[in-house]
């Protein structure tokens, strides 16, 4: 087993207890809730009567089910509207802080937490979403959990836990002009395999991972769990502090120096035994796009779709499955397949750095007739932010639909769809069957650079050939 990581370090200080099955209890440091996995968990507690046992804990805020183009309430879908105003009696009734729109820091759960502050390094962190492991780039344990280990938390402020492995992916060099640390996760994913992380926790490290900035690492810890992993992480640094401090729930004063240093004293030791590593060169790298029906069926986009008996036999059935639904044939490329919708947004690239990225690459220019595309911010401040700077005009004036903040088409649980098989060039982090809301609708996920050049050209392209 793995020795001195953070990984190791982290949960040891978190561990309470190691039960009678083998588990480690692991105290939470940090629990965030939202509006869909948290109905039954608040219910479960009131059968009991149950207090939360650390209210003060725990931060709420919704995002999944919210719309993100006519969000006046009530809401005209009356399962979010129910959702929300569930979550609402709840938190009001359990005193637990709650950002609702309301507060304008209303938005995504996963890029709410970081913007304000609230996650650190050295945390043990927990969601009802598979996607929890963004936090991992601070250098956190962050686990995504169902509604059943919600009201655990919720009741006792622990998990039990079965302890990782540790995998260790370094990557050194410098990312050419135009690959992004979207299409490094999605190269690890297909190198590995979507089942490749099971059991373990990924430790990105190298000097490739160091140059990234915070919005990128929460990139590629998002799609950790993408590539079976239960979390990712990555060693706090300069760029983490410097990210942190200042914000609103940041520690100030001698709090800080004292969190500073515990900060530093958890990192992976230079000595420090890993499970497995897998080295890579920033130099091999290429922009990504998935062309089938999980996140490992991906090919770089100068590269041609995979033959059936490329694969190990017992991976066949689903690569037929996938050439099936999305209407390709092996052999054939990627550029110049034209696109229905692009969706710019999600848990993965939908801060300001990626909205940032995609109006520059826009401006000055116009959208396909033939598209329907989607900017959704991760949350009010970014959206503010990105208004600020006059990111949204860019994005109206190129004919790009300027939403509020929310996750949007990333899941097809609110009102943003798509329709029938229509092909979606998204940013998000799932490519699954139905993942977007129409059962016959095919997802390419891709980089935000790559997303908006399909739009302007309506079909997919190498963005390196624009910039």
């Known amino acids: 087993m793995s020795e001195r990581t953070l990984y190791d370090h982290v949960w040891e200080k978190h561990r ?5 099955n083998g588990q480690d209890q692991l105290f939470i440091g940090l629990h965030l809730i939202h509006e869909v996995t948290t109905p039954q968990a608040f219910a479960k507690l009131r059968e009991q009567g149950l207090p939360v046992a650390f209210p003060d804990r725990t931060v709420g805020t919704v995002d999944h089910i919210v719309p993100t183009k006519h969000v006046s309430r009530p809401y005209e879908d009356a399962q979010a509207e129910l959702m929300v105003s569930t979550l609402e009696q709840n938190v009001r009734d359990f005193g637990i802080r709650f ?36 936090h991992g780039a601070f250098g956190s344990l962050a686990f995504g959990i169902g509604s059943t280990e919600v009201s655990y938390v919720l009741q006792t402020q622990t998990l039990a ?24 996760i999605l190269r ?49 640094d300069q760029t983490t502090y410097d990210y942190i401090k200042g914000r609103e729930f940041a520690p100030t004063g001698d709090d800080w120096d004292r969190q500073l240093a515990y900060w530093k004293s958890i990192v992976s030791a230079s000595d420090a035994k890993y499970d497995d590593v897998l080295c890579l060169n920033a130099a091999d790298m290429t922009p990504m796009v998935t062309w089938g029906i999980t996140p490992g069926q991906s090919v ?78 991760g949350s009010q401040q970014v959206k503010k932010q990105a208004e600020d700077e006059g990111l949204d005009q860019v994005f109206i004036q190129a004919g790009v639909e300027w939403r509020h903040a929310g996750c949007s088409m990333c899941l097809g649980m609110n009102t943003d769809k798509l329709v029938g098989n229509q092909l979606c060039a998204s940013t998000s982090n799932r490519n699954f069957i139905g993942r977007q809301g129409s059962p016959s609708g095919r997802t390419l996920l891709m980089s935000p650079a790559m997303a908006v050049m399909a739009a302007v050209e309506g079909r997919i392209v190498d963005v390196r050939e624009y910039m």
């Open 188 to 236: 690890i994913i297909h190198e590995l395999g979507v089942k490749g992380g099971l059991g373990y926790a990924y430790e990105y490290g190298g000097s490739t991972i160091q140059a990234m900035s915070m919005d990128e690492r929460m990139t590629m810890c998002n799609m950790s769990i993408e590539g079976g992993a239960r979390i990712g992480y990555v060693n706090p």
């Open 99 to 134: 950002f609702d729109p309301s507060t304008h820091k209303q938005g995504i759960v996963h890029v709410v937490g970081p913007e304000l502050g609230l996650t650190r390094p050295g945390m043990t962190i927990a969601c009802g979403d598979s996607h929890t492991s963004t």
């Open 16 to 20: 309470v207890d190691t039960l009678s």
């Open 300 to 377: 770089g986009i100068q590269d041609s779709l995979p033959a059936i008996d490329s694969v190990d036999e017992q991976e066949q059935p689903l690569l037929k499955k996938a050439y099936d639904h999305m209407n390709f044939k092996p052999g054939m490329s990627l550029i110049g397949q034209p696109v229905d919708v692009v969706f710019i947004g999600s848990c993965t690239n939908s801060r300001l750095s990626d909205l940032r990225e995609a109006a520059r690459l826009l401006k000055g220019k116009q959208v396909s007739k033939q598209v329907q595309v989607f900017v959704v911010p």
């Open 161 to 184: 836990l079965n302890r990782l492995k540790v995998r260790k992916i370094q990557m050194d060099g410098e990312l050419g002009v135009g690959i992004y640390a979207k299409d490094v």
